[in-house]
Nanobody, 122 residues
Framework: QVQLSESGGGSVQDGGSLRLSCAVSGHTPEINTMAWFREAPGKEREGIAF???????RYEDFAKGRFTISRGSATNTLDLAMNSLKPEDTGTYYCAMAPQWVRLRPSDYNTWGQGTQVTVSS
């Protein structure tokens, strides 16, 4: 059974950077999608970016040019590098895994981490 655990959240100023990491343990399906989502207070969970097991990536518009999703093949991690952070990026960030190639619909993912808090102050 796959388990996910996020780290790297914190508090930064407007324009700052953070790098989130998601440690993956357990047996990972050969065909899979890993993704980052976030949830702001009072808002629905929204997708940020995904990466398929073949390396294909896709970003939501707000993340393009600022966020980069990547897999660490040696360390079995999923990372999210975030630059030019804005106060509206504040929220709890989650990594997730789906056992097939999917996009960013939360219901397609069956494994979730516990989340890590990101706070961006103006």
């Amino acid at each position: 059974q796959v388990q996910l655990s996020e780290s790297g959240g914190g508090s930064v100023q407007d324009g700052g950077s953070l790098r989130l990491s998601c440690a993956v343990s357990g047996h990972t399906p050969e065909i899979n999608t890993m993704a980052w989502f976030r949830e702001a207070p009072g808002k629905e969970r929204e997708g940020i970016a995904f990466i398929h097991s073949d390396g294909n990536t896709r970003y939501e518009d707000f993340a393009k040019g600022r966020f980069t999703i990547s897999r660490g093949s040696a360390t079995n991690t999923l990372d999210l590098a975030m630059n030019s952070l804005k106060p509206e990026d504040t929220g709890t960030y989650y990594c997730a895994m789906a056992p097939q190639w999917v996009r960013l619909r939360p219901s397609d993912y069956n494994t979730w981490g516990q989340g890590t808090q990101v706070t961006v102050s103006s």
